[in-house]
């Protein structure tokens, strides 16, 4: 089984798929701006790993649902397994790295027992239904990702190379994104990381370079946006999408919708 990513293409965070499951009317008029875009929502091994720490299978089962009316405009990827989309070309993977396509294999998997039907019957609760094997790992990473931010944060060094760090044109659009969403927590000492942020930095960096829209908490919106202006002026290669959050949905459907616009923002 193939897929292809058609731009537009659109990223949500975990409250918005979460939102545009459960209700009904929001998730027509997504659908029915996804469909008008003709373009793609990527679904990554992120926000399957965020229902890992729920309980509800209906909820679950509502996202299925989600996703099962907007295939075919799915595209779903580890972005962090998939050399593809990953943000260092560089480093090997981990010899205990899942396979770089396992999430598009288990969907195909599932076509084969029903006939050939794509299907996504039981894709997101079987998150929950494994959480006590998959749980521990998921929030080890969350704790990984704080204690280094927090260690990194706390180096007097590494503040003051992030109180003068300035993109240039010749950086990798992922790393200098990556190095301006992380300066807050080094310049600001007010600014704690919590699992939040770790999975929002998660969710984030390597959405954003792929992406042309993305649905963002407030505070995460506002970060991508004010870091994405600064590669910009500073020339650095590459877009970094625009994140909206839930006050500007309807703005987000505008954007998704509006061809124009997005031809123009190319």
């Known amino acids: 089984m193939r897929q292809r990513l058609v731009r537009p293409v659109v990223y949500l965070d975990h409250w918005a798929v979460r939102l545009f499951s459960e209700d009904l009317s929001l998730q027509n008029l997504f659908i029915g701006a996804l469909r008008q875009s003709g373009g793609t929502w990527l679904f990554a091994g992120a926000n399957l790993m965020e229902f890992v720490a729920m309980t509800d299978l209906n909820q679950a089962a509502s996202a299925e649902e ?50 050939g039907t794509l299907n996504t019957t039981r894709f997101v609760q079987e998150a929950i239904l494994n959480r006590a094997l998959l749980l521990p790992p998921f929030e080890e990473l969350k704790e990984q990702v704080v204690n280094a931010i927090r260690a990194s944060a706390a180096d007097q060094e590494k503040q003051r190379f992030a109180s003068r760090f300035r993109p240039v044109a010749a950086m990798d659009v992922g790393e200098a994104l990556l190095a301006e969403l992380l300066r807050e ?24 370079t792929i992406c042309d829209y993305l649905l963002l908490d407030r505070g995460w919106t506002s970060r991508l946006n004010r870091a994405a202006e600064r590669l910009r002026r500073a020339g650095v290669p590459g877009k970094v999408g625009r994140a909206y959050a839930q006050p500007h949905l309807q703005e987000f459907f505008d954007q998704l919708t509006d061809g124009e616009t997005y031809r123009s923002s190319r």
Do not use: C
């Not at 943000?87 to 027992?113: C, F, G, I, N, V």
């Not at 927590?185 to 390597?206: E, K």
């Open 66 to 115: 989600l996703l099962r009316r907007a295939m075919p405009s799915v595209y779903v990827s580890d972005l962090y397994s998939d050399p593809g989309f990953a943000l260092s070309k560089k480093t090997a993977p981990a010899d205990d790295a899942p396979d770089e396509h396992w999430m598009l294999k288990d969907l195909a998997e599932r076509a084969q027992r029903v006939g």
């Open 185 to 208: 927590p080094h310049i600001n000492q007010a600014f704690r990381v919590d699992d939040h942020d770790a999975m929002d930095l998660v969710h984030t960096v390597p959405a954003a």
